[in-house]
């Protein structure tokens, strides 16, 4: 399949052009502009046709007159611009056949805006249903967006005549497991996935979409079911400007192994290639992060598998009864956690890491030295050795106030060694400072 990206961004395109957002002005000043989301397939499916989408195909020197469907996914305007269907009409192919596939909603939005005698014609298309056009296989599946009156809104999983495969999943909500789109035995070539909000809260980030921590939870669903593999092409789409910019975006989104290529970008991928592309283990990537209290480290640490299939998270702390403040420091991060990854509390590491398995992610160092159940050395050494995915979080305690007791001292002293021990052979060490993670190796 030839896809051409006629644009990236969400609905108000990034910038928002009323925004003087730090998001917004950095984009301004020296990033990606993005328009409404829509792809042409092949130089015949177009797939959403927001008013931005005909005024990009023209900016990148694209032309449209070979489209013979028009694919759309619900009624909203940035994915449904019937005028550019009248636009079509004072062209020279003005009389060649065109069949726009909507649901209902966005179906009536388009009638009034063509000749009703003229070559466009109309097929409705629902959850749960599929055609065949010219060798392409066209399902809709339900989308987690809006109601009724704007569809209902749907997904689609376009099968090439060379068995190319396409998912467009733009725009949704997290779906449960069971209802994702997919097949194990075909798998996605290119999964173009709607991620709106990036770090936004509240009053930002209003109605059914994604953002980067459930973008990655819906990521990781579709990985474990067979339907993301290797091969798969990941993409970042309907992006807004609750997303930090530039080098920080792409950045974040590899640590879920996805990319967010600019507007007018034109990737050509091999049929069949996810199903049958063998790749081997990965090496050792132990990634150490370390940083002050309330840092970011931990969600630093939990981002960079929270697309993983499998995770084994390793809580050193110890319950302390009677404590409530600290118990409910421990239940937030149990709340934190994903629902498919694996706790085990404990103060003992070393088998883990000599061990086979899914991803670690361990949390923290510090508590597990003043448990005091195993021998930094043996730590060092295992860590060494380890052949396994793992992040470990650690504590910078040595750049504030100097302890009041010779214990605190020796503490501090003994975490700050072995800190710079385990740096020395570490794949990857970063520091968290304000929120922000900043590569130190």
């Known amino acids: ?215 990655a939870t819906t990521v990781a669903a579709l990985r474990r079911r067979g339907y993301v593999v290797a091969a798969t092409q990941v993409l970042a789409v309907h992006l807004g400007h609750g997303n930090p910019p530039g080098p920080e975006l792409d950045r974040r989104l590899a640590q879920i192994g996805a990319s967010a290529p600019p507007d007018g970008c034109i990737l050509q991928t091999q049929a069949g290639t996810a199903g049958h592309t063998k790749t081997s283990p990965p090496g050792p990537r132990r990634v150490l992060i370390t940083g002050g209290a309330r840092s970011g480290k931990s969600q630093e640490a939990e981002r960079r598998l929270s697309a993983a299939p499998e995770v084994i998270y390793v809580a050193t702390a110890e319950e302390y009864p009677g404590d409530d403040e600290w118990s409910a420091r421990l239940a937030a991060h149990r709340a934190r956690r994903p629902a498919h990854w694996t706790t085990v509390e404990t103060g003992v590491l070393a088998p883990l890491l000599r061990a086979a398995g899914p991803p670690l992610l361990i949390d923290c160092l510090g508590l597990w030295l003043a448990r005091g159940s195993e021998d930094p050395d043996v730590l060092l050494s295992a860590w060494r050795d380890c052949q396994r995915e793992v992040v470990l979080v650690t504590n910078e305690v040595g750049s504030g106030v100097v302890p009041a007791t010779q214990s605190g001292r020796a503490f501090r002293d003994g975490l700050g060694r072995l800190n710079a021990q385990l740096a020395a052979v570490s794949d990857e060490v970063w520091q968290c400072v304000a929120g922000v993670a900043c590569r130190l190796r």
Not at 88 to 103: D, F, H, K, T, Y
Not at 113 to 129: H, K
Not at 142 to 157: K, M, T
Not at 192 to 204: F, H, I, P, S, V
Request: overall charge negative.
């Open 1 to 215: 399949m030839k896809l051409q990206l006629l644009g990236t961004g969400s609905s108000d395109g990034w910038p928002n052009p009323w925004c003087h957002c730090a998001s917004c002005n950095a984009v301004r000043t020296n990033g990606v502009l993005r328009g409404q989301t829509g792809v042409l397939v092949d130089d015949r499916l177009l797939i959403d046709c927001g008013p931005d989408v005909p005024r990009s195909a023209a900016r990148f020197g694209i032309s449209l007159a070979g489209v013979r469907q028009v694919l759309m996914g619900h009624s909203h305007p940035d994915h449904c611009g019937p005028q550019a269907l009248m636009w079509r009409g004072w062209s020279s192919v003005a009389g060649a056949p065109l069949e726009v596939i909507a649901p209902p909603a966005a179906v009536a939005e388009c009638r009034d805006w063509v000749d009703p005698q003229g070559p466009i014609r109309f097929t409705e298309i629902r959850a749960g249903e599929s055609l065949e056009r010219d060798g392409y296989v066209i399902r809709a599946h339900r989308a987690r967006h809006g109601g009724p009156e704007i569809g209902p809104a749907v997904l689609l999983d376009v099968t090439a005549p060379d068995g190319g495969r396409l998912l467009y999943a733009v725009d949704t909500a997290p779906l449960p497991d069971e209802e994702l789109p997919g097949d194990p035995e075909h798998p996605f070539d290119v999964v173009l996935l709607e991620e709106t909000y990036g770090d936004a809260r509240g009053a930002q980030a209003t109605g059914d979409h994604h953002d980067l921590e459930t973008f």
